[in-house]
């Protein structure tokens, strides 16, 4: 069982900056790929990014060239650097772990555990 906390979430005012953590409990983090989901208020959970074991990455084409995702296999830690927001960024986000590694098709069933969620709110 992996046990996911996420952090860092807040408010912030358009063009800022903010960074999610992720903490995982277990001994195999660094095997698992780790994705961030969000969702706002009115609409389904969506892809936002994801660090597959080997380390390469992927991003929803919304936040490509402002989000980065970034993994700390030592300290068993996926972070979000997210940069240049946008009021529709405002979500709760999501941190979630795939125990086969390969994240393969970027959708909510790839993934086995998940974490419960931290606000992010992007003022205009």
């Known amino acids: 069982q992996v046990q996911l906390v996420e952090s860092g979430g807040g408010l912030v005012q358009a063009g800022g900056s903010l960074r999610l953590s992720c903490a995982a409990s277990g001994r195999t983090f660094s095997s698992y790929a780790m994705g961030w989901f969000r969702q706002a208020p009115g609409k389904e959970r969506e892809f936002v990014a994801t660090i597959r074991w080997i380390g390469d990455t992927s991003y929803a084409d919304s936040v490509k060239g402002r989000f980065t995702i970034s993994r700390d296999n030592a300290k068993n830690t996926v972070y979000l650097q997210m940069n240049s927001l946008k009021p529709e960024d405002t979500a709760v986000y999501y941190c979630?772990?795939?125990?086969?590694?390969?994240?393969?098709?970027?959708?909510?069933?790839?993934?086995?555990?998940w974490g419960q969620g931290t606000q992010v709110t992007v003022s205009s």
């Open positions: 979630a772990a795939d125990a086969s590694g390969w994240a393969a098709t970027l959708r909510e069933r790839d993934y086995d555990y």
